[in-house]
């Protein structure tokens, strides 16, 4: 295309491209190389740059020399994929010329050969004399250097001439010239004893960069030269796509070479949605290492795509082939690992192989617990490209070479051994952490933990796992991984139940029967966060069983408060608060104030749920006193969250963004995910109820999507409807809509009876905008019999207002007068807090009083009046102030109607 362009043939050149294009789309299912597709824009649009003239580049040949002929690279028979960000920095380093001796290191198959010849391609115009290749993988013995140089650049020498060492050397001394050492890491280490080894191979590396100035060496190792003024690449794999990018999977390298390679195996492989997931898996599983992906391929007619991922999985050895023109070292990964393992001492083995049971990394100071692997062996084991730096003092390792280095403990008779000792080792650490239960340290080693319980639990490890319990609890529910938590914790009460009949282990039956007590109700936690509250209730009832049988009144206690939460979260607040009260009793006379703070906390919940707000707000009072006295900011975060709410539902927003701002601070600090997605849906409530509309959509945004993330069904769909309200009052009525739609189809997904009931009474208020009286009107009666019976009263009068809104909106007066004067009367006597959307209730009131002349109407929109100036007297902010009497659709009704009545 470039070409093309250059010539003035530009039609030409974007044919080109639409054919590429067009045969990369059909055949292969992916798109053109966004270099090209940057290429094709320039060119469709008249930008490419002028070509290059030969006198510009002052590294140019001299006049007479043709550098294009002088190199002895080897001929490429497959495309080159990716390293554009390599080869780039390459390029840089190459044009600068103060980068003499680049190492490019990594494990084998990575690509360290294909870039080195790719980037020599590229830049050996900038070399007098050429760029050359020198293939040491057939070279056995240091020695052998000098003379596989001299063989590669093309010169000759007879039997009693100089040796070739110096012949090298006064050769290269007056040439510019590129080489390429390629797989020089064998030669560093001499299979003789007492031989000097890697020492000769370094001091010519040294000779040649001091006598040739000219001279540029890009070496190709496994394992680093340390020298001064080495320029150190080291390779990772292709970049490859996440499990939630595959819409754009085609653009990944990692992607591109697999379907590629496919291809040429098979003229039937395309990528597409069917099979694109198992691709990508497959490059995960590869880490993006070419030599993988390239294997991997060979595999596709037998298995399929799936079938390739699948066993990768498990199997190192799937990764072979039988292709005549590879390397014997490269026919499978094997090899690759075998000739790495035979360089390492005993001892770097040894410590290799027990780093195998490492999941997701390791620390130096677990390295040197677990496998007895010291600073310098792991230094060694990185310098030689087995072992990868991941940050300060951590290290992990290549997949693919776990797998083989997992062979090779089992072989050595103590995998058995190592992992339990992993296991004991994680578990304790777990147990003694006293850290913040987000932070990085913890989440690096969650791998590492999730593998020491599955270990410990297989091999009956009771005092481990009862010890880590709580510590292993408390990071699940803090990050909200209620689903692992779920999974985890059900699959070990299963496996409790053979260790109560195992005899094997000779385990203490009464601290059997204390593990299974907690475990059994970290497990109902985890079901009531994922709405399984049938199973959930079970479980609280027999945590309370179990408890009294062993006169534990901490868990009894702890039973009980789960039995309430459950009956809060099922639509059953007044249910609830007999047994929370019981449990805020029982932690305060028994002493275990967590569980009586806990307690209140829920009941304060409860209360307010009912339309109790006094003794609510008392109960969060008590709850926050207490968490505060115990130090326990988590729990403390809780409490202000819910006196926030309590302050918000009064209308004094102030107060309310108070307490929701102070609950955000500690969540920064201490960190507390499920509870930041609904101290962020609050604070949405209250820049919404403030007129700041925009704003509030943000926050209840992010509390969507972190409740998505957290596999929170009750919180997503919350967000949800609070979304559905502000897009209404932004006039996005199809937006609205669809928030709405989803809010309800998660609480009925779930069957959870107070979100499904929000949802039916916001997508009423959509419907009613929208005209569609019908559905409004459904969905207002579906509403009001949902709070009706969860005894939220509140909630109903406010569905049953829409009731006589939609009457009012089919011009049915008498009916929207029934309806208003209904919740007029129980307003007037039971008083009406806790509902979402008080003024428009009373400006619904007052309307259809209004439309049939009730003489009431006067005073009713004058009570409205009177109590919207008085919120808006209580919003010091300037700005907020105005919003909030301008920017809510039914203020400003409600000021225009009485400005109108008033004059």
Partial sequence: MRLLCYQGRRTAALAVYQSCATVLTEELGVEPEPDTVMLHEQIRAGKLDAPPHPSDDPRQPAPGMDAARQHNLPESLTPFFGREA???????????????????????????????????????????????????????????????????????????????????????????MLLILDNLEHLLTSPEPDAAGGDAVIDLILAILHRAPGVTLLVTSREQLNVQGEDLFRLRGLPAPLPDQ????????????????????SKHFKLTPDNVASVVRICELTEGMPLGIELATTWLQDLGPEGVAAALEQDLSLLTTQDRDTPSQHRSMKAIFASSWRLLTPGEQRALGRLSVFRGGV?????????????????????????????????????????????????????????????????????????????????????????????????????????????????????????????????????????????????????????????LAELTHARIRLARFDKAFQGAEEVVTLARALGDERMEAWGLLLMGRTLIQYGEAPQALDPLRRAADMGQRSGHLDMAGLAFRYLGGALMHVGEHEAGEAALREALAIQQALGNRSEEQAAL?????????????????????????????????????RVINAMGFVHGALGDLKGALGYHERSRDLSHELQDPYQESHAYHNLCTVNRKLGRLEKAEACGRRALA??????????????????????????????????????????????????????????????????????????????????????????????????????????????????????????????????????????????????????????????
């Fill in 86 to 176: 390599e080869l780039a920095q390459l390029r840089q380093r190459l044009e600068a010329g103060d980068a003499r001796l680049i190492t490019l290191t990594g494990p084998g198959g990575i690509g360290k050969t294909r870039l080195a010849v790719e980037t020599a391609r590229q830049n050996r115009h900038l070399f007098d004399h050429g760029a050359y290749f020198v293939a040491l993988a057939g070279h056995k013995l240091p020695q052998e250097l000098p003379a596989a140089l001299v063989e590669a650049i093309g010169l000759t020498f007879a039997e009693g001439d100089v040796a070739p060492r110096d012949l090298l050397l006064r050769t290269l001394r007056n040439r510019r």
């Fill in 246 to 265: 595959l819409d754009r999977a085609g653009q990944y390298p990692a992607v591109r070479l697999f379907c590629e390679r496919a291809y040429r195996r």
């Fill in 363 to 519: 620390s130096s100071r677990a390295a040197q617990q677990v496998a007895g692997a010291s600073f310098l062996i792991l230094t060694q084991l990185r310098y030689k490209s087995l072992l990868r730096s991941a940050g300060p003092g951590r290290y992990d390792m290549h997949p693919l070479l776990a797998q083989f280095a997992a062979v090779k403990l089992g072989k050595s008779g103590e995998a058995d051994a190592i992992s339990l000792r992993h296991s004991h080792y994680f578990l304790g650490w777990l147990s003694e952490y006293d850290g913040v239960w987000t932070d990085e340290a913890l989440h690096q080693d969650v791998d590492n933990i999730r593998e020491a319980w599955r270990v410990a639990v297989a091999h009956g490890k009771l005092a481990d796992l009862d010890a880590s319990l709580p510590a292993l609890a408390g990071y699940y529910r803090l990050n909200g991984a209620f689903t692992e938590a779920g999974a985890v914790f059900a699959e070990t009460l299963r496996a409790v139940e053979v260790m109560a009949s195992n005899k094997k282990w000779d385990l203490d039956q009464d601290a059997l029967t204390r593990f299974r007590l907690h475990l």
């Fill in 641 to 677: 969250l819910y006196l926030g709410v309590i302050k918000i539902t009064h209308g004094d927003y102030s107060a309310g963004e108070r307490y929701l701002a102070q609950a955000l601070h500690l969540i920064e600090a201490m960190g507390n995910r499920p509870l930041e997605a």
């Fill in 746 to 903: 998660l609480a009925q997904e779930y069957g959870t009876a107070d979100p499904e009931s929000y949802a039916w009474l916001h997508l009423g208020y959509v419907w009613l905008e929208q005209g569609v009286h019908s559905l409004a009107a459904n969905a207002f009666r579906k509403s009001r019999d949902g709070w009706r019976a969860m005894d939220r009263d509140p909630m109903a009068m406010e569905a049953e207002a829409g009731l006589a809104a939609v009457a009012l909106a089919t011009g049915d007066l008498d009916e929207a007068l029934q309806w208003a004067t209904k919740v007029v009367e129980w307003s007037e006597r039971e008083g009406i807090h806790g509902v979402d959307e008080p003024m428009q209730i009373a400006f619904t009131c007052y309307r259809a009083f209004d439309a049939t002349g009730d003489p009431r109407a006067r005073s009713l929109l004058e009570r409205a009046y009177e109590k919207l100036m008085a919120k808006a007297a209580r919003i010091t902010d300037a700005a907020s102030h105005r919003r909030f009497l301008t920017q809510i659709p039914v203020h400003r009704q409600i000021i225009e109607a009485w400005e109108e009545v008033a004059d």
